[in-house]
C-alpha cells in the first residue's frame, strides 16, 4: 500500500512566522503535490514537484514555496504565515508508468492554523 | 463555467439504499476520471479510477463516464453508515509528465442513517 506521511497533524503557529510542512512517501514516486482544502472552494494545487529539485506553481503559489531535495519528501514552507493560510494542507504523490500520470495518493493532512 | 461541477450535497440516505453521486465538467480533453473518499479529518482516498467513456464495477461501486454528456456518476448500492463520507471526483487531460495534474470538484457530503 502506497503510504503518504505528513509530519504534523495539527499545527498553531503565529502571525509572521516562517512554517515547513513535510511530507514523505515511502513509494518511489515521482511525482508530488501540496493542496490546501477549505470549506466551499475545495482542493486547490499550490505546487507540485515531478522529479527532485523540480517544481512548479499551482494555481495558488503566493506565499509559499517548496523544496525537494530528494525523491521522497517534499516540504511546503509558508515563507511569513498569514491568517489568510490556516487551512488544512494535503500533500500527495503519484507515479509516472510509461508516459501516463498514475492516480495520485495523498496524505491524511497537517490542519495549520495561523493565529 | 467552472471546469468540474459537483453538488454539494448534504445528500442524506437511509441504509440500503441507492446513491448516485454525479460530476460535470466543460473540458472535452478529460481522458482520465477519479473518484475520491474523504472521511472527515482524513485525507481523500481512492476509490474509483477509469479511462475514457464506460462502467467500471467494484464491489458495491460502479463508475460511470459518458463524455459524449461531460457526465461522471458514481453509484452506491446497499449504502452503509461507513459510507458517510464527502465523495470527489477528479479528471485530468493527462497528457504525462507533469501535465496530468488533477481537476477536482468540490465534493458531495453523504450521510447514511442507520
Known amino acids: 500500500d502506497v503510504k503518504v506521511t505528513q509530519s504534523s497533524r495539527y499545527l498553531v503557529k503565529r502571525t509572521g512566522e516562517k512554517v515547513f510542512l513535510e511530507c514523505v512517501q515511502d513509494m518511489d514516486h515521482e511525482n508530488m503535490f501540496w493542496y490546501r482544502q477549505d470549506p466551499g472552494l475545495g482542493l486547490r494545487l499550490i505546487y507540485f514537484s515531478y522529479d527532485v529539485k523540480m517544481k512548479e506553481k499551482g494555481d495558488i503559489p503566493e506565499g509559499y514555496s517548496v523544496s525537494r531535495e530528494k525523491k521522497e519528501r517534499f516540504s511546503l514552507i509558508l515563507e511569513s504565515a498569514s491568517t489568510n493560510q490556516t487551512s488544512m494542507y494535503l500533500c500527495?504523490?503519484?507515479?509516472?508508468?510509461?508516459?501516463?500520470?498514475?492516480?495520485?495518493?495523498f496524505g491524511d493532512g497537517t490542519r495549520l492554523s495561523i493565529l | 463555467q467552472k471546469e468540474v461541477e459537483q453538488d454539494p450535497g448534504p445528500l442524506s440516505v437511509p441504509e440500503g439504499a441507492i446513491v448516485s453521486l454525479n460530476c460535470t465538467y466543460s473540458?472535452?480533453?478529460?481522458?482520465?476520471f477519479m473518484w475520491y473518499r474523504q472521511y472527515s479529518r482524513k485525507g481523500p482516498e481512492l476509490l474509483m479510477y477509469?479511462?475514457?467513456?464506460g462502467n467500471k464495477e467494484d464491489g458495491r461501486f460502479t463508475a460511470q463516464v459518458d463524455k459524449s454528456s461531460k457526465y461522471i456518476s458514481l453509484f452506491i448500492r446497499d449504502s452503509q453508515p461507513s459510507d458517510s463520507a464527502t465523495y470527489l471526483c477528479a479528471m485530468s487531460v493527462n497528457y504525462g509528465g507533469s501535465q496530468g495534474n488533477l481537476i477536482f470538484g468540490k465534493g458531495t457530503k453523504l450521510s447514511v442513517k442507520p
Open positions: 477509469t479511462y475514457s467513456s
Open positions: 473540458n472535452s480533453a478529460f481522458q482520465y
Open positions: 500527495a504523490s503519484s507515479l509516472i508508468h510509461g508516459s501516463k500520470n498514475q492516480p495520485q495518493h
